[in-house]
């Protein structure tokens, strides 16, 4: 029902692309992660929603303009643009705000200011102001986050490249010659990895073993905690969650509840009295480290295989 009340309303909406989002509506499933056109859309319904069942005694009313100042007391006095008005409450939902440079960012801008060249620190992707970028320009872009998929569009569109499918259906990109050059790089110097398939519902969680509210509090009492001491809790709350998944998908004749009360104990021991193969065991050099040989080789090696749909989802199994 609720698929064909979004194909419905996507129909009834319009916009760029509608026909495109009411089928990703259509084959989305309950843990899916949806195009973000498709939440745009999602956001407008759920608005005309509240309009649509707002108590008799509660009205709505839109207005679109900037805000200067909000005096708190009682009531709220609020200056937009066009006017100054006194409310009982506000609520101000305000995304993600600019935040002071810490050093290092300080300094990048210092030098970028003393040598005429461009800096924007970390925000909000689709409000940094970058028009004074041309087609000569190198650019690094430092981060293979979220953000870096953003502004590799923001740089990139409107600039005369397009896509070709192949006949696998893979996009691949032909640039016209007029973006920049990106540079893509990461501190750790590898990409985060892809998200497996989600099957979890929202607020399925795991429950921490290790880096528990008490041991946290413990390491606060007792003055701090070294980050190696950090790090190796960290490392044995993954390999709980780890093996516990994999002894219930590959190994069932395995006593699973044994396992964990003897990993709790004593982790390292525990997962070398299981003897498993190499390829099972949990590799941390392997995920963190960069892989020997040609750089651009085995990054896009690396790449090409993290992205291809992960076989193993993200299901507690407990």
Known sequence: MAKREAEAYIARTGGPNAPAFAQAAKGLGPNDYPPRGLYGYYLAWFYD???????????????????????????????????????????????????????????????????????????FPAEGELSSINHQDVVILRGLGLSFFDFVSRLTEGRGGFFTKTASSELVYHASGREPHLLAGSRRGLPYHAKARNE?????????????????????????VTGRQFWQALQREVGFVYYSLLLAERHPGIDLTGFQSDYLQQPEKAVAALQLPASERLNWDALTAVPEGDLQTVIQDYLAADAKPPSAAAKPAR
């Open 200 to 224: 979890k519902a929202p607020g399925e969680l795991w429950p921490a073993r290790f880096l528990t509210t008490p041991q946290l509090a413990a390491w606060q009492q007792s003055g701090g």
């Open 49 to 123: 929603q509240l309009k649509q069942h707002l108590p008799a005694t509660m009205t709505l009313t839109f207005r679109q303009e900037s805000v200067a100042q909000v005096a708190p007391g009682a009531p709220y006095t609020v200056t937009a643009a066009t006017s100054t008005e006194k409310y009982d409450g506000v609520v101000m939902a305000l995304g993600t705000l600019e935040n002071s440079l810490t050093r290092e960012q300080a300094k990048l801008q210092q030098f970028a200011q003393a040598h005429h060249r461009f800096y924007l620190p970390p925000g």
